[in-house]
């Protein structure tokens, strides 16, 4: 694969969704196990790591996209990368059930 600009920033881009995806989840956990937040602040922080989690997915899917039609990529590379972003997608349903959890658990 030749190095060109719009390359290298789709590279910088995935870089950027790989290491903002750990510090997500563990603010995710940090939320669960908080005990002193009432239920509109909780609520309102987890529509803030769903819509982090979304963007994020939004944002990896547009990457992938300008790799599958720009550059010429091998089938298994192809593969590889829709299967990143695939393992991605329970990120979203673990954050919608944790939601839900703790709607039951701390909601009116």
Known sequence: MAS????DVALMLLQLIALTIPPAVVLIDQLRRSQNLEWT???LSFGLVFSCVTLL????VAVLLYF??????????IAGLLLVLLGLLPLG???LVLY???????GP
């Open 4 to 7: 060109t600009t719009s390359t």
């Open 41 to 43: 602040i909780r609520k």
């Open 57 to 60: 997915l939004g944002g990896a």
């Open 68 to 77: 599958l039609t720009a550059v010429s990529l091998p089938i298994t590379l």
């Open 93 to 95: 349903t673990f954050v």
């Open 100 to 106: 839900r959890e703790h709607r039951k658990e701390h």
